[in-house]
T-cell receptor, first 115, second 112 residues
């Protein structure tokens, strides 16, 4: 079974702090994704990576950066956390097969609260 | 850009009843994924549909993709409390990057 783990289930930070959210997958997947989920807005893609050191902006990248130094690990960084970044953050990974149905598998999520 | 609309937004059913959740796309679907999410947790993959008219079943859950590949339905037969949660559809809009666009979800409650 694919396993995607996230470093924390719950996190509370203060405005202006630098926040790191870590995601690890154990299935040698090429693609990794970071989403945030908010009531009424659904899941929105922040960033994704299709290879080590490669990244692309998703739909809402502002205020976030990412790092992928190793294939299995994808980090989401909030350089200076703000209250509007309070949300549920979900990491996903997929094998990386374009056009043939490439299922994304999700981690358990990190609920981040910024005070 | 592609949009996915799910209906209903929420649903309360008695245990044992059947129910259907719909997902409608503004564009042709190259891949349609159904996920389930328990409150406060991650998404669990249920099924993926690609071909027009395709139907897949797992236990008491059946998903269908229409011939035109713009609408999918998720049908639960004889619902149980374990079916409660949020159901999300996700669409692969085609292209090389495997990005998914998600609907806003359907919240299902099953009353014993």
């Amino acid at each position: 079974d694919v396993k995607v783990t996230q470093s924390s289930r719950y996190l509370v930070k203060r405005t202006g702090e630098k926040v790191f959210l870590e995601c690890v997958q154990d299935m040698d997947h090429e693609n990794m994704f970071w989403y945030r989920q908010d009531p009424g807005l659904g899941l929105r893609l922040i960033y994704f990576s299709y290879d080590v050191k490669m990244k692309e902006k998703g739909d809402i990248p502002e205020g976030y950066s990412v790092s992928r130094e190793k294939k299995e690990r994808f980090s989401l960084i909030l350089e200076s956390a703000s209250t509007n970044q309070t949300s549920m953050y979900l990491c996903a990974s997929s094998l990386g097969l374009a056009g043939v149905g490439d299922t994304q598998y999700f981690g358990p999520g990190t609920r981040l609260t910024v005070l | 850009s592609q949009e996915l609309e799910q209906s209903p937004q929420s649903l309360i059913v008695q245990e044992g009843k059947n129910l259907t959740i719909n997902c409608t796309s503004s564009k042709t679907l190259y891949g349609l994924y159904w996920y389930k999410q328990k409150y406060g947790e991650g998404l669990i993959f249920l099924m993926m549909l690609q071909k027009g008219g395709e139907e897949k079943s797992h236990e008491k859950i059946t998903a269908k993709l229409d011939e035109k590949k713009q609408q999918s339905s998720l049908h639960i037969t004889a619902s149980q409390p374990s079916h409660a949660g949020i159901y999300l559809c996700g669409a692969d809009g085609g292209g090389a990057t495997n990005k998914l666009i998600f609907g806003t979800g359907t919240l299902l409650a099953v009353q014993p």
